[in-house]
């Protein structure tokens, strides 16, 4: 039966009475697998089903903790200290089948993810927009869409041709934007890596439109809801994946400065932390997290073999590997970002999510971070110039500087354009290792997955570039095609 219901959503209602820590993650008072126009009868019911439908993005299948994981996996970074399957080593070692667990529990929780904004922007048409009013209503659906776009994007990264690939003509996923809240009607076919792109930069423009500049003063609610300059830093991302460097470029520039130090002037001030190993403590609520998944000591926690610092600190699954970006002399022994590597029984392990079981693995997930959003803009200026531009090497030091005032980079210190490309792409591995970014980084660029310790490289022209279909996805609908 539970394969039958794997688009049926469970939506959670949960009571939201502020913006205080231990409401992030309510108590349920009810669910329904079907969509009960009842939930939206009240300002508290809709309230707290927007917050389930970032509960449905935090969940530990999925950006709670294995979507990073699996895409640092799959690179060459880490070794795997242990073979056992149920936490990731068939896509360490590239043995994945159809009925893998990682295979079809990701695909299962990013549609069930999917299933719940698009119930949920079904009964605010409905219902809802009625009881809360078009302007909250427009900023509540304005987030289905944003977390919505988030989860076709983060499938995409595993399931489907890279966009370079046909410029997006390969097969894509199945385009569900119609909830499913009884069981059937599962046949769909498999649109095109370009729809599926489509359809997440309508998401995104839409949400940019609707969703609000903040949420006041309070630093919580700004960092784990989306926000207008959420939706267009998550833009940047999805146009460098799509080698669409201008509109990187135009997105960018919207939200950072013409000239250091680089800042947001509208929306929440966002600007990197002078020290990065802020970011990644309590309160976790800096002017550079732009969008994180929260999760509290005693409230809610990302448990068990779902945990994020259990694959890599906790449990120590998963150890550096020396060989990898830790051991390149571009990453000196000055940089802060050393930090978070640390030795225990002389293997060096990332600990930039360090808290342990006992304290419930309770560290932020972050989605989208400001760094990013100023490589992103750095990589396309000199992409979309084919030259060592000046603003782009001035954005790349303001990320390498901050935590390595060793390294200045200068126009003249690069040969050629090819050698800012290659900086940033490894200035990219520095500064989110651990955070899901690697084997994106390689698939957008039509670059060869390196080896690792006994595992081979893997070249774009492998079938083991992308996952393959879940199993189930393909038992239940008809009309899915596998890869």
């Not at 299962?108 to 999917?114: F, K, L």
């Not at 966009?163 to 909830?179: E, I, N, Q, V, W």
């Not at 002037?265 to 966002?270: D, I, K, R, S």
Request: one cysteine or more; glycine letters at 8%; aromatic letters at 12%.
């Amino acid at each position: 039966m539970k394969k039958k219901l794997i688009y049926i959503t469970c939506l959670t209602i949960a009571l939201f009475a502020s913006c205080k820590k231990e409401f992030l993650t309510p108590e349920s008072e009810t669910a329904v697998a079907t969509l009960n126009y009842a939930q939206f009868s009240t300002v508290g019911r809709i309230q707290g089903q927007v917050l389930g439908l970032y509960a449905g993005l935090r969940a530990g299948d999925f950006y709670g903790s294995r979507y990073l994981v699996y895409n640092e996996l799959r690179a060459d970074n880490f070794i795997a200290q242990s073979s056992n399957s149920v936490t990731a080593y068939q896509t360490y070692n590239y043995t994945l089948g159809n009925g893998a667990q990682e295979v079809t529990d990701f695909w299962a929780s990013a549609y069930n993810t999917i299933n719940r904004c698009n119930l949920f922007i079904e009964g605010m048409a409905a219902k809802g927009t009625s009881v809360v009013g078009d302007a909250i209503s427009k900023n509540y659906i304005a987030e289905a869409k944003l977390v919505r776009a988030i989860s076709y994007y983060s499938l995409l990264q595993l399931y489907a041709r890279p966009y370079y690939d046909g410029l997006g003509t390969k097969p894509g996923l199945p385009l569900r934007l119609s909830g499913n809240s009884v069981a059937g009607n599962y046949d769909l076919a498999r649109s095109s890596v370009g729809t599926i792109y489509t359809q997440i930069l309508k998401d995104l423009n839409e949400a940019e439109t609707d969703l609000p500049l903040t949420y006041g003063t309070v630093a919580v609610t700004n960092v784990t809801r989306a926000h207008r300059n959420t939706a267009i830093a998550f833009k940047t991302r999805v146009y460098l994946t799509m080698q669409k460097y201008a509109e990187v470029i135009t997105e960018a520039n919207k939200i950072v400065s013409a000239a250091a130090p680089f800042t947001a002037a509208t929306g929440v001030p966002l600007a990197l932390q002078a020290d990065i190993t802020n970011v990644f403590k309590t309160p976790y609520t800096t002017s550079e997290s732009i969008l994180s998944m929260p999760f509290v000591s005693g409230t809610e926690v990302g448990g068990g073999q779902s945990a994020l610092g259990s694959y890599f600190f906790g449990v120590k699954l998963y150890s550096l590997n020396p060989s990898g970006i830790i051991g390149d002399p571009t990453f000196t022994a000055a940089d802060k970002r050393r930090s978070f590597i640390t030795v225990s029984a002389g293997l060096p392990y990332m600990s930039k999510f360090p808290t342990l079981a006992a304290a419930g693995y309770a560290d932020y997930v972050p989605v989208i971070r400001y760094s990013e959003v100023l490589l992103n803009l750095g990589e396309a200026i000199a992409r979309s110039t084919n030259s060592v531009d000046a603003r782009a090497v001035a954005l790349l030091n303001a990320v390498r500087s901050r935590s390595d005032a060793t390294t200045v980079f200068t126009v003249a210190g690069f040969g050629s354009s090819q050698a800012l490309f290659d900086t940033f792409l490894k200035e990219r591995n520095i500064e989110f290792l651990g955070e899901g970014f690697r084997s994106p980084d390689l698939l957008r660029l039509g670059l060869t997955i390196p080896g690792k310790s006994n595992v081979d490289p893997v070249p774009p022209t492998s079938t083991q570039y992308i996952w393959p279909i879940s199993g189930a996805e393909l038992l239940y609908n008809k009309l899915m095609t596998d890869n």
